[in-house]
């Protein structure tokens, strides 16, 4: 396999201080492997830190597993203060808490695009769930709903949990605990109290691999049920 060095590339601050704490000391990062960056590697095996959309690097992760472990890390901001910057990016103008706040459950935004990698044996998952700090300047580039202002950089402030998803069989715990037998998208979205919408991204990521079937239909809605591996 063709593995060369080509140096640091362009990364947010988030991404750099997660590698950072990913690397154990015979790391070696930015790596070209047959054809594609890789973030790390170390013991024989892949770190890829994705802090964007898994659509985006979908072809790059299947072609990796096919002779690497690869494990792919991925930052959830359970807490984000944002910072706002003046137009020169000098003077802080403002700090604030954001009111969103993210969950192990919002990996199925992500996993929706990857549902057939997921059950590839080198693969694995892991979630961070993290206190950031989201980055912003006054610059009247941004978007209309931030009013101009532009997001410019994301930082790590603390890592509150690190989820593994080493097995198959793991994903199910993206279900809540006290749910029956068998269920629908809106008996799961009442016990989870999420979005319908949510609830239909984790029951269709979780049909495609394989651990649930639908075993009827309730009115217009389909009745799911594990499938016991």
Not at 10 to 32: D, F, I, P, V
Not at 61 to 68: A, E, H, K, P, V
Not at 169 to 182: A, E, G, M, T, V
Request: charge should be positive; glycine fraction near 4%.
């Amino acid at each position: 396999m063709l593995i060369t060095n080509i140096g640091l590339m362009r990364e947010s601050s988030l991404h750099a201080e997660l590698k950072r704490l990913y690397s154990n000391t015979n790391a070696k990062h930015e790596l070209n492997v047959c054809g594609f960056i890789v973030d790390i590697i170390q013991d024989d095996s892949i770190i890829e830190i994705q802090t964007g959309s898994f659509s985006k690097i979908k072809n790059k992760l299947s072609s990796l597993l096919q002779d690497y472990k690869v494990k792919l890390v991925y930052p959830i901001a359970y807490e984000k203060t944002l910072v706002v910057y003046d137009y020169k990016k000098e003077t802080i103008l403002y700090k604030r808490r954001s009111p969103k706040r993210g969950g192990l459950i919002d990996i199925v935004d992500e996993i929706i695009h990857i549902t057939k990698l997921v059950t590839h044996p080198n693969f694995s998952l892991e979630v961070a769930l993290t206190k950031e700090e989201e980055i912003r300047t006054a610059d009247g580039k941004g978007s209309w709903r931030r009013r101009g202002v532009s997001i410019i950089d994301r930082k790590l402030v603390d890592v509150i949990d690190r989820i593994e998803f080493l097995h198959i069989q793991d994903y199910l715990r993206l279900l809540p605990n006290n749910f029956q037998s068998s269920f629908t998208n809106r008996s799961i979205s009442d016990i989870m109290n999420k979005s319908i919408r949510k609830v239909q991204k984790l029951t269709y990521s979780l049909k495609q691999m394989g651990l649930l079937q639908v075993v009827g239909k309730q009115g217009n809605a389909h009745v799911f049920k594990i499938v016991n591996c």
